[in-house]
């Protein structure tokens, strides 16, 4: 299964942007991109997903970079409700959907 | 819309005693997976079901573990017997239609203890 790796944590300042790094070194052609998050005692959320251009929501934007390698996920105006554990994931078919660690995002007041 | 439904939300047994896990998912979802959440890390699939059909349980631990999802709609997942090292949160997912890329809608879990 293809593999991500991201920052065990990560701090932002309330209401400045946030960039969640993701890189994917080993992603092929028909994986898609995800990003979930999962608030404490909650199980995971979506948030936003893409293949090769970029993608917005009203949750986030996400980049993904030309080779397609890396990923960010940008929340423009970070809030306390923010504060999760995100994680970044590939998923084609022929990977299953595989969450790893992520990254723990702290927002500070 | 109601969200994915799972029940109980938490269950302490002991070990060596089996335990059962419900799901309810989202109305009109054909594709429903159980996860295994261990503390600190995130989520791995036990099984993924497309309709009735089991179609990926290669991570399922078949020697104590089952699951079943009878019409289509709502599943259970069962351990029998329970070890220590089953003590995790089990988490419920759906998406709708089968195959192809699609997002999945979470249950808040439920939190077994074994002690």
């Known amino acids: 299964d293809a593999k991500t790796t991201q920052p065990n944590s990560m701090e932002s300042n ?15 052609g028909t994986d898609y991109i995800h990003w979930y998050r999962q608030l404490p005692s909650q199980g995971p959320e979506y948030v936003i997903h893409g293949l090769t251009s970029n993608v917005n929501n009203r949750m986030a934007s996400l980049a993904i970079a030309e080779d397609r390698k ?4 940008i929340l423009h105006r970070a809030t306390l409700r ?16 595989y969450f790893g660690s992520g990254t723990k995002l702290n927002v500070k007041p | ?19 059962a896990f419900w799901c309810n998912p989202i109305s ?29 349980d290669s991570q399922l631990p078949k020697d104590r573990f089952s699951a079943e999802r009878l ?18 949160v089990y988490l419920c997912a759906s998406s709708p239609r089968t195959g192809g890329i699609h ?11 074994v002690t």
Request: aromatic share 10%; net charge negative.
């Open chain 2, 71 to 88: 019409k289509g709609v709502d599943s259970t997942l069962k351990i029998q017997p329970a070890e220590l090292g089953d003590s995790a």
């Open chain 1, 70 to 73: 890396s990923s960010t996920l």
């Open chain 1, 14 to 28: 309330e209401e400045e942007p946030v960039h969640l790094p993701c890189n994917h070194s080993t992603i092929s």
């Open chain 2, 103 to 113: 997002e999945q809608y979470f249950g808040p879990g439920t939190r077994l203890t």
């Open chain 1, 82 to 97: 923010d504060a999760a554990v995100y994680y970044c994931i590939l998923h084609g078919y022929f990977n299953k959907f």
């Open chain 2, 1 to 19: 819309e109601a969200g994915v439904v799972q029940s109980p939300r938490y269950k302490i047994i002991e070990k060596k005693q089996p335990v």
């Open chain 2, 28 to 56: 009109g979802h054909n594709t429903l997976y159980w996860y295994l959440q261990n503390l600190g890390q995130g989520p791995e699939l036990l099984i993924r079901y497309e309709n009735e059909e089991a179609v990926d």
